[in-house]
Structures are given as structure tokens and as C-alpha cells.
């Protein structure tokens, strides 16, 4: 038999295994840190916002603080969970 031929027969009895079921250790452990990020930079950085919020008028700023913080909170609402679920369900095969 020729090269082609036994490609071919290869080609047509080959099986494909299984996809897999569930998510891998590594992207539990990459979904797990960044839902651990959201739930820390939420109330700390609403805290920031309130202690700077009271002292608003005594420095400049405090403005520039306060919009990095309204940043990083929806940083952490969006783009956060975003990636923790695209880390559990992008080799998942359900």
C-alpha cells in the first residue's frame, strides 16, 4: 500500500475522545482570583470614596482619587467577572 492509502485508513478509523466535562484546575484557580478581586476592590474602594468624599474640598486631588476609584469599581464589576466566566466556561464543553 501506498502513503495515501494508509492516511486515509487512518483518517476514516480514528475515534475522537471525549470533550471534557469540566473545567480544568488552572482556569478554577484563574475564576477564583478574580472573583477574589471583586469582592475585595468593591468595599474598599467604596470606603475610599466615602473617607475622601468627606474631605472633598480640602485638596484638588481628592477628585482625581475619587475617579480612579469609580474606575476601578466598575473595572471589578465588569471586566473581572467577565474573565472569571470566560475562564470557567471557555473549555468547558457542556
Given at each position: 500500500?501506498?502513503?495515501?492509502?494508509?492516511?486515509?485508513?487512518?483518517?476514516?478509523?480514528?475515534?475522537?475522545?471525549?470533550?471534557?466535562?469540566?473545567?480544568?484546575?488552572v482556569y478554577i484557580a484563574k475564576a477564583s482570583?478574580?472573583?477574589?478581586?471583586?469582592?475585595?476592590?468593591?468595599?474598599?474602594?467604596?470606603?475610599?470614596?466615602?473617607?475622601?468624599?468627606?474631605?472633598?474640598k480640602k485638596s484638588p486631588s481628592y477628585a482625581?482619587?475619587?475617579?480612579?476609584?469609580?474606575?476601578?469599581?466598575?473595572?471589578?464589576?465588569?471586566?473581572?467577572?467577565?474573565?472569571?466566566?470566560?475562564?470557567?466556561?471557555?473549555?468547558?464543553?457542556?
Amino acid at each position: 500500500m501506498d502513503n495515501a492509502t494508509v492516511s486515509m485508513q487512518n483518517i476514516h478509523t480514528s475515534t475522537c475522545d471525549d470533550p471534557p466535562t469540566e473545567p480544568s484546575p488552572v482556569y478554577i484557580a484563574k475564576a477564583s482570583i478574580a472573583f477574589v478581586f471583586v469582592v475585595l476592590s468593591l468595599p474598599m474602594n467604596i470606603l475610599t470614596i466615602c473617607a475622601l468624599w468627606k474631605n472633598f474640598k480640602k485638596s484638588p486631588s481628592y477628585a482625581f482619587i475619587i475617579n480612579l476609584c469609580l474606575s476601578n469599581i466598575f473595572f471589578a464589576l465588569f471586566v473581572n467577572n467577565l474573565d472569571a466566566v470566560w475562564n470557567l466556561t471557555v473549555q468547558w464543553y457542556a
